[in-house]
């Protein structure tokens, strides 16, 4: 047997629970992944409240978390071709296994070899936030001369959007609160305060910067219709918190790839320093409940992580 944290029913927090839970065995193509370390994000307290019934499918107790690093214990068949027992890998959590757990299980081909030079904890965050961010900055094709607004800029996806797109040349806004002021202009954003009136601290900082020509947003609700307002084209904006509603005021969502290819890319960013994850806080297995406490606050700064063990 082995421990790990999750949920008992859908809910909040008062539905998690320390669990024990049996060594699960690798189907084809998987890999049994001794945990080091899992991300928390948003989804996994959104998985469990049962707002996504529909799209996940949830088999009660449930282990809570969609992505780890750690060692390969064990393969199942045709995993062999790229992974040996032994191997440090990172990758996104195979469906119906989760991340806070001494154990899990990984598709392969949503795995990737961790690079010696980063460590288990940073490589843990990298298939939801850092992933997700490579995906939106490709969407939209960040240049030079782009003036991209971060809305969230501060959060997991936040920070990492703000480095590639600030890499890719372009001009970064990112909007965030009085707390995360530092974390915005130490990842190449200038810093915008977040709340009422926003949007005008933005037009004025565009006067000087160029006109918006890329949102990405992080928060969603009526933080994005305001940004909207500020945008030089709809085309180019961007949700992954509230992805209907950019639809609605003519943008759109981001596709998610979360390939090996993918991590594969995240991870040589990394190594090159071009990204570098803010781990901000980290909490032990058995205290995986306030880490995920922090995140559903919607105010963690950068990227919470649980370790194992
Ligand atoms: N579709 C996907 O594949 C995918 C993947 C990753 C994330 N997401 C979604 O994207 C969103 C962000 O994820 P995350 O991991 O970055 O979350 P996070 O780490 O919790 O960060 C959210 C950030 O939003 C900021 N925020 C909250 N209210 C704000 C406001 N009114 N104005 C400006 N900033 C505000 C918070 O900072 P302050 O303290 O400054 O308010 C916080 O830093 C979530 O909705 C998540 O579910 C989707």
């Avoid at 809910?11 to 699960?24: D, F, N, S």
């Avoid at 950019?246 to 990394?270: D, I």
Wanted: net charge negative; proline share 5%; glycine share 12%.
């Amino acid at each position: 047997m082995a421990r790990a944290y999750g949920f008992v029913d859908y809910g909040g927090p008062e539905t998690q629970r320390l669990l024990e839970t049996a060594v699960p065995a690798p189907g084809p193509g998987q890999l049994l992944v001794a945990v080091q370390a899992a991300g928390v994000n948003p989804a996994d307290w959104k998985v469990r409240s049962g707002a996504r019934r529909n799209s996940v499918t949830v088999h009660f107790p449930a282990v809570l978390g969609r992505e780890v690093a750690g060692v390969v214990e064990s393969l199942g068949s045709g995993a062999d071709d790229d992974f040996a027992v032994g191997d440090a890998v990172f990758g996104a959590t195979a469906e119906g296994f989760g991340g806070y757990a001494e154990y899990t299980l990984v598709d392969a081909r949503a795995a990737a070899h961790k690079p010696e030079t980063v460590s288990f904890e940073v490589a843990a965050t990298l298939p939801v936030a850092a992933g997700t961010a490579f995906d939106i900055v490709e969407h939209l094709e960040i240049v030079d001369a782009d003036t991209v607004l971060v809305l969230g800029a501060g959060g997991g996806v936040g920070s990492a959007v703000t480095q590639l797109a600030h890499a890719a040349g372009a001009a970064v806004l990112g909007v965030a609160s009085a707390g995360k002021r530092h974390l915005v202009e130490s990842t190449g954003g200038l810093w915008i305060e977040a709340g009422a009136g926003f949007e005008n601290r933005v037009a004025a900082l565009a006067e000087r910067c160029g006109p918006v020509t890329a949102v990405v947003d992080l928060v969603g609700g009526d933080v994005l219709d305001r940004a909207v307002t500020v945008a030089r084209a709809p085309e180019r904006v961007v949700s992954v918190a509230d992805p209907v509603r950019a639809q609605a005021l003519g943008g759109s969502g981001v596709t998610r790839r979360r390939t090996r290819e993918v991590f594969r890319q995240v991870a040589a960013l990394v190594e090159r320093g071009v990204l570098t994850p803010r781990v901000e806080r980290t909490f032990p297995l058995s205290d995986a409940g306030r880490a995920l406490e922090l995140v559903e606050s919607g105010h963690a700064g950068g990227k919470v992580v649980v370790t194992v063990p």
